[in-house]
């Protein structure tokens, strides 16, 4: 008796040679961010990464975990996939440096319904020059084929990052005071936060897509959503290991509303002035075609401030030079008060 067509991992949708001849390059990628501490390369079931020797007396590990969220649809709709690999490692660095962790390594995982070879070598390629651009070996990742879960071309990505700090320069927030200052830093654009209201506005209610001009700005709704997440390690890196900062937040989803309190400790809260810098023309847009009201603003997006410094009165004017001095877009925000862990907009 004849039997029916025989069935394979490939006709059920999943390409392992493909898979396999990406992943090779995918190696290369990888090993082009290796740092002296990285053991054994890529490829194997665990990364290998021993702590660099003798520098630290008592490390204390910084882990996070994060995607790009909805900016996803933007790159898969543009077909530019690396600018969100490079959002991803810039977004993780940002998370563990606000505790003043140094990244030592980063891990990632892209999930798909049929691998595309060259976008998850476009993908890569950002995570990979990000992790150059910030000394962080990419040590691994996981690539899942999962066909009837994800929809058409569509896929996922997420990343890990480990990095490590001595506990006595740990940013913890416990040395912040009232009248400590604060000090922001200027974002580029959305970085990857608000991109499901953005979408909503540009899209459903004035109709864009993503070739069509932006009134008044100058630029295309692609290039605008597309603005990379900026890292801001190495402006502050030299301020923390000075002693200058006392704590550090980065603004992401949830806005300065919900970030800076996660920077304070019991008894404070932080009293930001609204005309202490120009909002971008991009948010004031999605404001006013949105009809979106000034609270919810605040939780959705950075609103030009992407990551604040919390420094001691007498360090605020050296701070703002030095950071001036190394091209920051840098403004006097507000200050820590007495209070319950709470953001008060004057």
Not at 167 to 190: C, H, I, K, Q, T
Request: charged share 25%.
């Amino acid at each position: 008796m004849k039997r029916k067509g025989a069935l394979s991992y490939r006709s059920a949708g999943v390409d392992i040679e493909a898979k396999e001849r990406a992943l090779r390059k995918v190696g290369e990628l990888a090993r082009a961010t290796a740092r002296p501490e990285v053991l054994g390369g890529v490829g194997g079931f665990g990364g290998l990464f021993r702590l660099p020797p003798g520098r630290f007396r008592d490390p204390v590990l910084v882990g996070s975990v994060d995607g790009v969220g909805t900016k996803l649809r933007i790159a898969l709709e543009a077909g530019i996939h690396d600018t969100v690999g490079y959002d991803l490692v810039a977004h993780c660095v940002n998370d563990i440096f606000v505790q003043g962790a140094e990244p030592l390594f980063f891990m990632d995982y892209v999930a798909s319904g049929a691998l595309n070879p060259k976008v998850l070598l476009d993908i890569i390629s950002g995570i990979s020059r990000a992790c150059k651009e910030f000394n962080c070996a990419l040590l691994g990742g996981e690539t899942a084929e999962m066909p009837g879960f994800y929809a058409g071309g569509d896929y996922d990505v997420a990343g890990f990052i480990l990095g490590v700090v001595e506990r006595e320069s740990l940013l913890d927030g416990s040395r912040v005071r009232p009248g400590d200052r604060l000090v922001g830093l200027a974002s580029e654009g959305l970085h990857t936060n608000g991109y499901s209201l953005a979408r909503q506005i540009l899209f459903e209610r004035l109709g864009l897509k993503l070739d069509s001009r932006l009134p008044g700005l100058g630029c295309t709704v692609r290039e605008e959503l597309l603005r990379p997440h900026r890292c801001y390690r190495a402006a502050l890196v030299g301020l923390v290991e000075a002693g200058w900062i006392n704590a550090l937040a980065h603004i992401t989803g949830g806005g300065i509303t919900d970030n800076l309190p996660r920077s304070l400790p019991d008894g404070c809260s932080a009293r930001v002035r609204v005309s202490a810098w120009e909002v971008p023309p991009f948010f004031r847009l999605l404001q006013r075609e949105g009809n979106v009201d000034d609270a919810e603003m605040r939780r959705t997006f950075n609103l030009g401030v992407g990551m604040i410094a919390i420094v001691p009165p007498d360090r605020q004017q050296a701070a703002l030079k030095a950071l001036r001095n190394k091209g920051e877009r840098v403004f006097e925000i507000g200050e820590v008060v007495a209070g319950h862990h709470r953001v008060e907009y004057v």
